[in-house]
């Protein structure tokens, strides 16, 4: 295993082992934003909690022209799961574990980019994929980046929205422990 996947999969293993179900609405801005914080030490934090379990992180650093948005938020756990769904499992070239394949897997490895690297970057974490009204949201801490003079906002043409590459419908020869990999 090559290090940048290593350091993507330990970042994955924490990112599972916290509870970010939505349903029930009960993210806070501990637990995962703390890890973040943590893990993202050369960039500007903002944290906004827009209440109801809606929460979200823009880390920026230096004067980047382009956001990466992904949520952390996963769907609530299937009672088909063989083992612990908040305990990441690797077999073989496969991570198993809630969120794995969408969407923690790629917030993991833009962590570990980012600790890779000195660049210019901005994410912007959320846990509020889907469950909320939207059009009466207010607007998220990312649509302008914080810091010195009037930088115009990340623009949707500016954003890079991260989803899986496949929506991970189950085949007939899927065990319930991959299917579920929501």
Same mark, same amino acid.
């Given at each position: 295993?090559?290090?940048?996947?290593?350091?993507?999969?330990?970042?994955?293993?924490?990112?599972?082992?916290?509870? /970010?179900?939505?349903?029930?609405?009960?993210?806070?801005?501990?637990?995962?934003?703390?890890?973040?914080?943590?893990?993202?030490?050369?960039?500007?934090?903002?944290?906004?909690?827009?209440?109801?379990?809606?929460?979200?992180?823009?880390?920026?650093?230096? /004067?980047?022209?382009?956001?990466?948005?992904?949520?952390?938020?996963?769907?609530?756990?299937?009672?088909?799961?063989?083992?612990?769904?908040?305990?990441?499992?690797?077999?073989? #070239?496969?991570?198993?574990?809630?969120?794995?394949?969408?969407?923690?897997?790629?917030?993991?490895?833009?962590?570990?980019?980012?600790?890779?690297?000195?660049?210019?970057?901005?994410?912007?974490?959320?846990? #509020?994929?889907?469950?909320? #009204?939207?059009?009466?949201?207010?607007?998220?801490?990312?649509?302008?980046?914080?810091?010195?003079?009037?930088?115009?906002?990340?623009?949707?043409?500016?954003?890079?929205?991260?989803?899986?590459?496949?929506?991970?419908?189950?085949?007939?020869?899927?065990?319930?422990?991959?299917?579920?990999?929501?």
């Amino acid at each position: 295993m090559n290090e940048a996947l290593g350091r993507t999969l330990e970042h994955l293993q924490a990112l599972v082992s916290f509870n /970010t179900r939505n349903p029930p609405r009960a993210i806070g801005t501990d637990g995962i934003f703390d890890y973040l914080r943590a893990q993202l030490p050369d960039f500007r934090i903002e944290v906004s909690d827009h209440g109801a379990g809606a929460v979200s992180l823009l880390a920026v650093r230096g /004067t980047p022209t382009r956001l990466f948005n992904v949520h952390l938020d996963t769907v609530p756990s299937s009672p088909h799961w063989s083992a612990d769904p908040h305990v990441l499992r690797v077999e073989g #070239d496969r991570a198993i574990g809630l969120g794995a394949c969408d969407i923690k897997g790629a917030a993991a490895g833009l962590v570990a980019a980012a600790q890779a690297t000195d660049g210019d970057a901005a994410f912007l974490f959320s846990s #509020d994929e889907g469950e909320r #009204d939207h059009h009466d949201a207010p607007a998220p801490p990312g649509s302008r980046v914080p810091g010195p003079g009037s930088r115009p906002p990340f623009t949707s043409a500016q954003s890079v929205l991260l989803i899986p590459n496949s929506l991970m419908k189950p085949s007939a020869s899927s065990t319930p422990q991959s299917a579920d990999c929501a």
